[in-house]
């Protein structure tokens, strides 16, 4: 907002000026306009004429674009995955196989060997954008986000057992909802209209396949909100689910006697079991990275939850239940 001001009291000062055309406009006054324009109208600029179509197709522009829309969803991994996609598209070869083919160009990135492999973002139909790519990347990022052809990492958040899993998500933008497909089961569909509140960035770069090594696991005492890697059977992936760090049997809970702290047993509680449940308490070791507490559940690595949004999302998940 306050560069937009900037903009505004600078062109006052203009008042005094001649302007026949917006080419005629100072370079720093153009871009000013340009900066206060929607995608939509970015897009019929850049169809007046060359030289204001290579002005609207400036990345600081559609950087801006992107973090106001997308800056919640977009985490690291996703755009290190468009860096895979563009990187790979500014090879020629790529290019030239793809139109002997004939093809209209799609491509994946995975990890992993068969059966684990785990998809990590998928582009599809790229090949009339090429030149976007290799010139205008933060633009074509956008054009590719909004019409569902880059599915990118994220997680999907489920109410019901509060726990999130790995997915990649395309954009519907008829619904304003999301379209997801599973990482590790194939490309299969797993959901549809995905609102954008049950998404977030994956907050580590950890595979589901893979334990999330943690360096805080020493440090939990009774009281903390942490994410668990859960699953259900040792080949299957993991999930994150919400718990909070609870005491020994044999503390009495005052606050001046309590030793769980130091112990090697940590206590994790599951909010959304009832206090009857089985699935209510598991007794973990700290010195274990995966390690399986009963005939249902494989635990791995342990986030503490430091940021304010990350808990009172939880807990208004909890709530909604």
């Not at 008829?174 to 497909?181: G, L, M, V, Y």
Request: charged letters at 25%.
């Amino acid at each position: 907002m306050s560069s937009e001001k900037n903009c505004v009291s600078k062109l006052e000062e203009q008042n005094d000026c001649k302007v026949y055309s917006l080419l005629d406009l100072p370079e720093w006054t153009l871009l000013c306009i340009l900066d206060c324009l929607s995608p939509q109208d970015l897009f019929r600029v850049a169809q007046v004429c060359t030289s204001l179509r290579d002005k609207t197709r400036i990345d600081a522009l559609w950087e801006k674009v992107i973090k106001q829309k997308w800056g919640r969803l977009l985490g690291e991994a996703a755009y290190q995955e468009w860096q895979w996609h563009t990187t790979k598209i500014a090879n020629t070869q790529t290019i030239l196989s793809l139109q002997q083919q004939n093809q209209s160009g799609s491509c994946g990135s995975f990890s992993g060997v068969w059966p684990f492999i785990n998809f990590r973002s998928y582009l599809e139909n790229f090949i009339d954008f090429i030149t976007l790519f290799k010139h205008c990347s933060k633009m074509a990022l956008y054009i590719c986000l909004e019409s569902g052809r880059f599915w990118f990492p994220a997680q999907i958040y489920k109410t019901s057992k509060l726990f999130c899993y790995d997915v990649i998500v395309g954009y519907d933008s008829k619904r304003d909802t999301f379209e997801a497909r599973s990482q590790t089961g194939g490309w299969r569909m797993n959901e549809q209209n995905i609102e954008w509140d049950m998404l977030r960035p994956p907050p580590t770069d950890t595979s589901p396949r893979e334990v999330h090594m943690s360096n805080c696991v020493n440090d939990l005492k009774p009281g903390d909100q942490i994410e668990i890697q859960m699953k259900k059977r040792k080949e299957s992936p993991f999930y994150w689910c919400y718990a909070v760090i609870g005491h020994l049997e044999t503390c009495n809970q005052n606050v001046n006697d309590c030793r769980c702290q130091y112990d090697d047993n940590l206590v994790v509680e599951f909010k959304q079991y009832p206090p009857n449940s089985r699935n209510k308490r598991s007794v973990l070791n700290r010195n274990r990275y995966e390690e399986r507490v009963s005939m249902l559940s494989w635990f791995g690595g342990i986030r503490k939850l430091d940021k304010e949004e990350e808990i009172e999302k939880w807990n208004n998940l909890f709530a909604s239940r």
